[in-house]
């Protein structure tokens, strides 16, 4: 769907062909264009050009994924085609599953560093067949950096306005006959948007610092082993509320050094793959943990109008969660004639949510989650251009509730819950080599998002169980790659079909919350490609139009009732993006070797969406253009970067709490920097 244009690489002669793009969107290697579905790719170098450094930032610039997010390292809400949680109720939230390196994470890890990346799959559609765990909306495929055995790498130095800091680099090749290994360091840095009136500094400085060690082990060419550990360190990040309309500098009044958050988490991945005659036999392990303490809330001016005191009212976040997957699978060879897969996942994991309020209310929360599946797809030709893909898993999971409330002066109360979920998600599909360049396809799906416990209880009322959502999807869709790879687009029209998605009702008089079930329907129709105009100059965009509405009214919610016809929240109807990339050769001058400019202009744009599913506000349209130009020499490049080009700050999200208060988080203005990359080759 997408040509591979690698940056170090000069432009190609017009009469060579570029290289087609792989994908693992379906647990092994395929082209891009045979995949019966929707898959949008976002190649390593296309992240580091556009500065795309967290996953958060990579799924704002794909059309079709709308992410609400209030600031913070963990608290995105993701969605695609207008399917998703109205309100998220629990950090498992699976609407859209990440996936890194065959590892699930939650979407609460958007703000996950894309530390040298190979590639970025956004698959579109239920994707519960293979990546499981729910996966009602969609599924981030994340592909970083395998060890080799040539020797590469890279360095990468940043600096801009408003304290952003960035350095990075990555180095790998041989290290024995049968061994190899590859390591990626990034440390990073910024003031955040929010300024303390008190001191007219910035409220936090962010800080981030990351780690990725990987060894292979390849006796054979037919078996590997990849032992991989990852260790990620962030600080002083957190959601904020801002009274709307936001000052200049957006600002808040609030004690010095009283917000901030420590996040820590670590990764520790196996994969084993063995060739046999006719198959690939893979097992993959992982163990993930993540510690996050924070502490975040309204300042004197939100509690002021709000709550009528002007006082500092503040909320302290403890988790505490691990997680270990196993999954092990048979698959068919690359190349093979007939694709297909073949596996069983078992997963576990446990959480601790503990909060306090106002200095007086702890509420103290345990989850357990078991889940085991068997799953399998397939892909058969009926004819020379007409292929059949079936695929089906089935899914058992078990759920632990644990709850303590202490509100000081009253005696604590207890609650403990359990519950069992089973279900089946699959889909089949058709795809029609129209020719050699073109295939049409069309697809089925029925997705599954597991009923649970919502993370907010503040009482024993709050921890009935919410029920499961079910999405039944139909994509058509037309791919099309031009004989030399140079002009590549896919056209989808998508309707979506959801019962009893999931929203979060939350009483700020009483901080009492409760999970709600509504149903909504999605529908649109969206265009991507890119087009290798001439040597050197490669546009690339995509627009979507998404009709995304609530179809089940529900009282009972804060802030109103949420009625039939309302708009699904942060959806907007019309997105789209559009980048330009142009190189030139350049006379020689001060002493460099065949010296280039190289230019990128990236153009996104988004209409109006409602904040809330009782749509108070809509949102206002934005647009925003960011800009790089720099100088490449062999094997390094000294470049200007200017994010937000036109200087106006978007809402990253706003919350409603009366018709005369409403609080939100803006986006940084423009912001201007320097940096380097170097190439190890």
Do not use: C
Request: hydrophobic content about 35%; aromatic content about 8%; cysteine-free.
């Amino acid at each position: 769907m997408i040509a591979v244009i690698e940056q170090a690489q000069p432009a190609p002669e017009p009469d060579k062909t570029l290289p087609a793009v792989t994908v693992t969107a379906r647990r092994g290697a395929e082209r891009a264009k045979d995949v019966p579905f929707s898959v949008s790719a976002v190649q390593g170098f296309e992240l580091e050009q556009r500065r795309l450094t967290t996953l958060e930032e990579a799924l704002r610039d794909t059309p079709g994924v709308e992410v609400n997010a209030w600031g913070g390292f963990g608290d995105a809400n993701v969605r695609m085609r207008g399917v998703g949680s109205l309100y998220q109720v629990s950090s498992e939230d699976s609407s859209v599953v990440v996936n890194l390196d065959g590892t699930p994470l939650s979407a609460r890890n958007a703000s996950l560093p894309m530390l040298d990346v190979e590639r970025v799959e956004v698959l579109k559609g239920p994707q519960g067949t293979l990546f499981g765990r729910n996966s009602e909306a969609g599924a981030i495929n994340i592909v970083t950096r395998r060890p080799t055995r040539e020797f590469d790498g890279y360095a990468r130095v940043e600096a801009g306005q408003e304290g952003q800091r960035l350095v990075e680099g990555a180095v790998g090749g041989a290290l024995a006959e049968d061994w190899s290994a590859r390591i990626a360091l990034r440390s990073q840095q910024s003031d955040d948007v929010v300024h303390n009136i008190q001191t007219g500094e910035p409220i936090m400085k962010a800080k981030e610092l990351g780690l990725r060690a990987s060894v292979l082990w390849q006796p054979r060419a037919a078996t590997s082993v990849l032992l991989t550990t990852e260790h990620q360190d962030q600080k002083d990040k957190v959601g904020l509320m801002l009274l709307r309309p936001y000052g200049d500098p957006p600002s808040l009044d609030a004690t010095p050094g009283l917000f901030g958050a420590d996040v820590k988490s670590h990764r520790h991945a196996l994969e084993v793959n063995h060739d046999l005659a006719n198959a690939r036999l893979t097992s993959h392990t992982s163990f993930q943990q993540r510690r996050e303490d924070q502490t975040s809330g309204a300042d004197r001016i939100v509690a002021a109008t709000v709550f009528g005191m002007p006082t500092e009212y503040l909320k302290q976040y403890r988790r505490d969660e691990s997680a270990w997957n196993q999954d092990l699978r048979l698959s068919s060879l690359p190349g093979a004639a007939t694709f297909w897969v073949a596996g069983v996942n078992l997963y576990g994991s446990k959480r601790e949510y503990d909060t306090t309020v106002g200095g007086m209310t702890d509420n103290l929360r345990d989850f357990e989650t078991r889940s085991e599946a068997a799953y399998g797809e397939v892909t058969v030709p009926l004819a020379a251009a007409l292929k059949l893909t079936g695929g089906l898993r089935y899914t058992q999971e078990r759920k632990k509730y644990d709850a303590s409330f202490v509100t000081t002066g009253y005696p604590a109360t207890q609650d403990s819950r359990s519950l069992d979920d089973r279900y089946a998600t699959g889909r089949v599909a058709l795809s029609w080599a129209l020719d050699t360049q073109t295939n049409l396809y069309g697809v089925l799906a029925h997705g599954h998002k597991a009923k649970g416990f919502q993370d907010e209880t503040s009482q024993v009322a709050d921890g009935d169980p919410f029920k499961a959502a079910k999405v039944d999807s139909l994509e058509l869709g037309m791919k099309f790659e031009s004989a030399d790879r140079r002009l590549a687009w896919t056209t989808a029209a998508f309707f979506n079909r959801v019962r009893d998605d999931h929203m979060l009702g939350y009483d700020y008089t009483t901080f009492a919350t409760k999970a709600i079930n509504a149903d909504t329907r999605a529908r649109g129709l969206e265009v991507e490609g890119q087009w290798r105009a001439a040597p050197g100059l490669t546009l690339k965009g995509g627009a979507v139009y998404t009709d995304a509405t609530i179809t089940q009214s529900v009282t009972g919610v804060s802030g109103g009732d949420v009625v039939a016809g309302d708009r699904v929240p942060d959806v907007p109807r019309w997105s789209g993006k559009l980048s330009v990339n142009y190189t030139r050769p350049l006379p020689g001058f001060m002493g460099l070797a065949s010296p280039q400019l190289t230019t990128l202009l990236a153009y996104r744009v988004m209409s109006t969406r409602a904040n809330d599913p009782q749509n108070h506000i809509f949102l206002p349209r934005f647009q925003k253009i960011d800009a790089r130009i720099g100088i490449a020499s062999g094997a390094g490049e000294l470049y200007l970067w200017v994010d937000n080009l036109q200087d106006k700050r978007y809402d990253q999200y706003v919350y409603y709490f009366t018709p005369n208060a409403n609080v939100g988080m803006p986006t940084r203005g423009r912001t201007v920097g320097l940096g380097f990359t170097w190439q190890f080759f």
